[in-house]
Nanobody, 123 residues
């Protein structure tokens, strides 16, 4: 099994930058494509970004494209989400997830999930 732990969330001002990290253990990290999802109060969990097994391909939700960057360091078993020019609507609990299917924005295809880290953006 794969265990995932997110970190890096916090309270920031609109326009600021933040970097989230997710560290994995339990399996060979490069066997999995990785994704970031978020859930805001009163809303369904939504796709944010995904990255292929070796980092060669990335995909983003339209709402974050051009502002967020997903990356990974397989030697460190870590995936990152760099958040730039954050907006109040980015406020959510952010989750990382792992899938053996291949990079995808479909949450149902992910096998392992972290417990989440809170990001709050004030105006």
């Amino acid at each position: 099994q794969v265990q995932l732990v997110e970190s890096g969330g916090g309270l920031v001002q609109a326009g600021d930058s933040l970097r989230l990290s997710c560290t994995a253990s339990g399996r060979t990290f490069s066997n999995y494509a990785m994704g970031w999802f978020r859930q805001a109060p009163g809303k369904e969990r939504e796709f944010v970004a995904t990255i292929s097994r070796y980092g060669g391909v990335t995909s983003y939700a339209d709402s974050v494209k051009g502002r967020f960057t997903i990356s990974r360091d397989n030697a460190a078993n870590t995936v990152y989400l760099a958040m730039n020019r954050v907006k109040p609507e980015d406020t959510a609990v952010y989750y990382c997830a792992a899938t053996s299917v291949g990079y995808t924005g479909d949450a149902s295809r992910y096998d392992y999930w972290g417990q989440g880290t809170q990001v709050t953006v004030s105006s």
